[in-house]
């Protein structure tokens, strides 16, 4: 034995030291913090069981570079002995050429299940899926499936749930949760104390948001994926489903500010890729603005001869823009609930249609408040036709406001008929559309509220 493999168990320990005293959450936490080669270190330095859980947890950050950066057989261990969903996103993180590296050390099984995982569009319930589960045939009783319980907990990502299927066909026949079985008497058979309704089940391209809704519908801890023949191909547990939203949910954040969603925490985000996500919709949104500009400049008359409508363009864009960002807010959340479908599109234009001409007209009032009282206690002059000028104000407002409203929840209907993600109506878009008709609006209350007198 040479010097360099006396001097490993040294330098593993070292390694491994600082998280003796750490539980996995922790432990995590502290491997987040890590340069990337020291991290992957550590990871290498501890028991494999113990590696095994932290790479499992998805709060773990840069899972992906982490396998990549350990050597083939450490990286192909730990691999095999994660619960297959979880190596499968591990393995959805690596390039084509590590991927070819690692795939063919796996064992059969290993390899089968995640090949199997990889082939199902990403966020279905394929590709959210655990192949290991616990099944039995319909012939066993309650005693016979507690013991097969205990032969393979180990290897199970959830016990919770146990499915029973025909012993000729193999097809799914009935599910027994662990609170009836272990309730039962080991003689019975185990459809005796299987539920009483037909189990629900999912097929593997159903989108990942149906299938959390129909979880929360039955307050399941799992849902089986079934093909054509009811044949089980996988679980999905309710925490994988959990993290899968929580995913969507931070792309869907930061779709509505306007820029393209972050696939790796902010701190890990190369200076250059952040440019990409962010000048894209940044220069979209420019140009759109710049519409602002031309219909300023098409009421360039007007403003010289009325400066004092400059003063409240900011407060009539702003209002505009931020009643359609409620609208829009709104309407994405609701249809991402499954509370509204396309064909309610009407319904919600008549209900926004009053509720933004009431909104408006509150804001309408505030304003008017605001000229007269000015005005009045002598805090600024806004001229002779100071009535005027906060009646326009007042109408213009009520005006936009309530297109703000229309325009803001229609878009998310016209976006997803289209077949985009209606998250990408997000609150600057809208802001910018409705920025550029607000002006026009205002500008054609102003003429004919104010034509004779300023303009």
Known sequence: MNQKDLLRPVADAALSAPLQDFNTADAVEYLNTLELTRAADTLAALPLPRAVKMLEQPELTRSGELVAALPEVRAAAL????????????????????????????????RRAI?????????????????????????????????????????????????????????????VTMRRLITGLPEESILEVAQVNAPVAVHPLLDQEEVARLIRRHDLLAIPVVDEAQHVLGIVTVDDVLDALIEESTEDAHKFGGMEALDKPYMQIGF???????AGWLSVLFLGEMLTASAMQHYEEELARAVVLTLF???????????GSQATSLLIRSLALRELRLRDWWRVALRELPTGMTLGAILGVLAMIRIVSWQLLGLHDYGEHWQLLALTIGA??????????LSGSMLPFVLKRLGFDPASASAPFVATLVDVTGLVIYFSIAAMILSGTLL
């Open 313 to 323: 363009i900011p407060l009539i864009m702003s209002s505009g823009g931020n009643s």
């Open 79 to 110: 691999l095999g002995l994660m619960a297959d969903d979880r190596a499968t996103d591990i393995v959805h993180e690596l390039d084509e050429e590590e991927r070819a590296r690692l795939i063919p050390l796996l064992s059969a099984d290993a």
């Open 272 to 278: 250059f890729e952040m440019l990409r996500k962010r």
């Open 115 to 175: 090949q199997q995982l990889l082939s199902y569009p990403a966020h279905t319930a394929g590709a959210l899926m655990t192949t290991e589960f616990v099944s039995v045939p319909s012939t066993w009783t309650v005693g016979r499936t507690l013991q097969h319980i205990r032969e393979v907990e180990r290897t199970r990502e959830t016990v919770y749930a146990i499915y029973v299927l025909d012993p000729h066909s193999q097809a799914l026949q009935q599910v």
């Open 396 to 405: 213009a407002l009520v005006g936009i406001v309530t297109f703000g409203s």
